[in-house]
């Protein structure tokens, strides 16, 4: 049916190993069980502490999984610059003594994009290469990588973002809009034992493998740098949206990069439930200060959240 449609498969010959620059993947359901499953398989003997962003999803959002799943002790470290995790950062909180009382750090978990926000090439590079010096995997929440590469101009390929890390989840669904699916990419004896990690298989692998596969083709593209994907109009929607938010006198919290705004509702004395009160008449389901664009939102959305902007911000009022 797939081929049939668009003949595109025939233009992707790409296996996800090529495309991330790894020897073998794993298809998982979600991504938190690509990150669950990734980080398992690299702690085996405790005690280690896994260093992550303080706000990383694996930490903040996976149900203390990574404390359920393999008893480690995670470290929340606060990048210095209020964005991105820098190798001076990591250094001020890893632990690398062999003093009984302490935990040693034996993975550091990068994730990128995090809230919408890229860790620049060169700094992800800095930090892998002095953790491998150090003898400590890096592994990368990379659920939404392709937005990086996407939003950085296609300098860099996917596998530039990806290779150098020792694992890498990344999902078909979020920014992609495939309905489910994950991978995990590393290599050949990492991912033979991630497996394993927790039992079990996907017999109808291919039902979701199809759709994710359409999903990256169509929405990241075909080439390897996102530059012919749908993805690239998704985040000049995002600029649209941020623009009539902060028109209107409302600011961001975050910079605009990839995906997201980050509506900064205090600022403006806002009310999450206000918000999500007038999004419902307006049809708009909303939630808190984080809108996602995905690249389905359409123009008309994109009017009914312009009319949701001008109630919020005050400058019509409401429908009855
Ligand atoms: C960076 C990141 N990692 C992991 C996940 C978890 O993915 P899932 O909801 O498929 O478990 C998300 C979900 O939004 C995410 O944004």
Redesign the pocket.
């Known amino acids: 049916m797939y081929t049939r449609r668009r003949n595109i498969y025939s233009l992707s010959a790409a296996t996800p190993t090529d495309r991330t620059g790894h020897k073998s993947a794993l298809l998982v359901?979600?991504?938190?069980?690509?990150?669950q499953v990734a980080i398992r398989t690299h702690l085996t003997q405790a005690p280690y502490s896994v260093l992550c962003d303080h706000r990383a999803?694996?930490l903040i959002?996976?149900a203390g999984g990574v404390s359920a799943w393999t008893g480690a002790t995670t470290i929340p470290v606060i990048p210095a610059n209020g964005l991105y995790l820098t190798l001076e950062d990591i250094l001020s909180r890893v632990v690398l003594s062999n003093n009984i009382h302490h935990c040693p750090t034996k993975l550091v978990s990068l994730?990128n994009?995090?809230h919408g926000l890229i860790i620049p090439l060169d700094e992800m590079r800095r930090i892998v290469d002095w953790a491998h010096e150090n003898g400590i995997p890096v592994h990368l929440?990379g659920?939404?990588v392709w937005d990086a590469v996407v939003a950085t101009s296609g300098r860099h390929s996917l596998a530039e973002h990806t290779s150098m890390f020792d694992s890498v989840?990344l999902?078909f669904?979020?920014g992609l809009g495939a309905p489910i699916g994950?991978m995990i990419v590393g290599s050949k004896g990492f991912i033979d034992r991630a497996r394993w990690s927790i039992g079990g298989g996907i017999r109808q692998a291919g039902v979701i493998a199809a759709p994710a596969r359409v999903a990256v083709d169509e929405v990241f593209g075909v080439d390897s740098y996102g530059m012919m994907g749908r993805m690239r109009g998704t985040h000049q929607r995002v600029r649209r949206i941020a623009a009539l938010w902060t028109e209107r006198g409302g600011r961001v919290l975050l910079p605009v990069q990839t995906g997201m705004v980050w509506l900064h509702l205090d600022a403006a004395g806002i009310d999450p439930s206000f918000m999500r009160e007038i999004g419902g008449r307006e049809g708009v389901r909303l939630s808190e200060r984080r809108l996602v664009v995905h690249h389905q939102i359409s123009d008309a959305t994109i009017q009914r959240l312009t009319r949701v902007f001008d109630v919020i911000l005050k400058k019509t009022t409401p429908k009855l």
Do not use: F, Q, V, Y
């Open positions: 359901m979600s991504g938190t069980m690509g990150n999803h694996i959002s996976e994730e994009t995090l929440d659920a939404r989840s999902c669904s979020k994950s």
